[in-house]
């Protein structure tokens, strides 16, 4: 794969990415073959460029492994524990991060609801209620996790919160120090869920996971994943980070085990810092260039640390993103009375980013204004 191929006719300027980061040999190899897509899919948020190039190798060499259940995840779990400060009884994999999110929500939440957020990622909330768990959505406030109103919504019917840092679909980070008094706080009373989807983005993101808590050990569940920016969403390999009995309760909810070119390729990307370093600078540029689009065609948005722009179109978001459709790009919307207009965008190839630059003028001319 030639870099001229990955950014033939885009007008995003990647080139201070291709010549100042070594890193982005990475990124260029694992770049698709022909970046001419036929639709854009602007609706999901991983990482177009994943896996690794390491990622990659293992997968291949896994063939001989596939006739074999992965019978032992120990030494992952061991290499996430070591890289977190954790023993590896705190730790747990799963199949993807939804899959334990979903497991655990429905089982420690039975007979009572969980608190959250509004808009927030709520697939796991949804399966949870479809088993009869009900969720207690408190708005969020400016944008912003209201924390008051969370405590105030807290009953003794709560059995769990869940909190995504940063929140999907807004892209922002929770107050730091508000998120930690309010674990401390209410994690004696009922567990709290940080799902760190997209840790790798955030600044300083070693100082700002929750794992910290659980080193402490408090009954705080932060889950993570290799979908996002490891770019491995279709071998769904996520993990669990938790008190020991928690990782116990996971375990015995899960009904199968690892695949084998996951597993080998999250224990070959794990702390690659060098491909991590260069997928979320790519992923930078990108949301830089949907800001700037943005800014061209007179709309907000939220500054994001995720793979993914909440953007103010001033017009009902559903018209916005059937005009969208038709234009052959994809984004995706969020049920909420305070987000009527707005969409969400997500990171992707440059070639998709030309095609939302076409369509986006477009669309906003057919859509009235609200
Ligand atoms: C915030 C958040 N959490 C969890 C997930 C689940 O991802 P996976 O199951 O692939 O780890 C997603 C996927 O979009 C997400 O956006």
Redesign the pocket.
């Known amino acids: 794969m030639k870099r001229r191929t990955l950014l033939g006719g885009s007008a995003l300027a990647l080139t201070s990415l291709t010549a100042q980061n070594s890193s982005l040999g990475a990124l260029s190899h694992a770049a698709p073959v022909v970046d001419r897509p036929k639709r854009a899919r602007l609706e ?3 990482n177009p460029y994943g896996p690794s190039p390491a990622a990659r190798r293992v997968i291949a060499e896994s063939v001989p492994y596939a006739p074999y259940y992965v019978e032992d995840e120990t030494e992952l779990r061991q290499r996430i524990a070591a890289q977190e400060g954790l023993v590896h009884e705190q730790v747990a994999l799963s ?5 334990a ?1 979903s497991l655990l929500t429905s089982d420690i939440a039975r007979g009572g609801h969980v608190l959250a957020p509004h808009p ?2 709520v ?2 909330l949804n399966y949870a209620n479809r088993r009869g768990i009900s969720t207690c959505y408190v708005p969020l406030s400016d944008h912003q996790i209201d924390f008051e109103a969370m405590r105030k919504a807290v009953t003794s019917e709560t059995r769990l919160a869940y909190f ?1 840092n940063p929140n ?1 679909p807004t892209g922002q980070m929770i107050d730091h120090d508000a998120l930690i008094a309010f674990c401390r706080d209410m994690a004696s009373r009922f567990p709290v869920v940080i ?1 760190e ?2 840790y790798e983005l955030l600044p300083d993101y070693q100082h700002m996971t929750m794992a910290s808590l659980v080193r402490e050990g408090l009954d705080v569940i932060v ?1 993570r ?4 920016v490891y770019g491995m ?1 279709g071998l ?3 993990y669990v980070l938790a008190r020991p009995e928690r990782v116990k309760q996971l375990y015995s909810l899960t009904t199968t085990s690892r695949n084998q070119p996951g597993y080998r390729a999250a224990l070959a990307s794990l702390g690659d810092h060098a491909y991590l370093k260069g997928a979320v600078n790519y992923l930078t540029q990108c949301r830089e260039r949907i800001y700037s689009l943005c800014r061209a065609h007179g709309l907000t948005y939220l500054p994001s640390v995720g793979t993914f722009v909440y953007v103010d179109t001033r017009r009902p978001a559903k018209a916005m993103r059937d005009a969208l459709a038709r234009h052959n790009v994809d984004v995706r919307i969020f049920d909420d009375a305070q987000y009527l207009s707005w969409i969400r965008i997500g990171t992707a190839t440059p070639g998709e980013l030309d095609m939302l630059a076409q369509a986006l003028p477009a669309a906003l001319g057919e859509v009235a204004l609200l």
């Not at 994943?225 to 996002?228: G, L």
């Open positions: 999901v948020t991983e199949n993807g991060s939804l899959d999110l927030t990622y697939t796991h995504c999907n799902d989807a997209y889950t994943t290799f979908s996002k969403a769904r390999i996520g």
